[in-house]
Structure formats: C-alpha cells, structure tokens
C-alpha cells in the first residue's frame, strides 16, 4: 500500500471512532434525562386551573 493510502485509512477510522463516540454519549445524555434521580422534583410542572385556564403543562 501506498503512504497517502495508510493515511486516509487511518483519518477515516479517526473520524468514524469520533462520530461512534458522539453517538454514545449523547445515548447516555438522553437516559439520564429520562430518569430523575431519587428527590428530586419531575421536570413537568401542571398548573391549576386557578393558575392557568388552559392547563399548560410548562417544562424546565
């Protein structure tokens, strides 16, 4: 094989590693987004009719 080629191949694996890498820390980002940790408060905040005629749920 030719230098230029060994080179390619290995920029190519560099950024396929990368992108894998991306993909599973945004996977875990969005499981502990969906799980709330023991105490704490739900993200989802409905508000009563008192407060809000239409119901809105409002998110953090």
Known sequence: MKKKN????????????GIAAAMMQYTKEQMV??????????????LSADENPFGVEIKK
Not at 6 to 17: D, K, Q
């Open 6 to 17: 060994i080179v390619g191949i290995i920029i190519i694996a560099l950024f396929v590693i």
């Open 33 to 46: 987004a969906e799980k709330p940790e023991v105490g704490e408060e739900p993200e989802t905040v409905v």
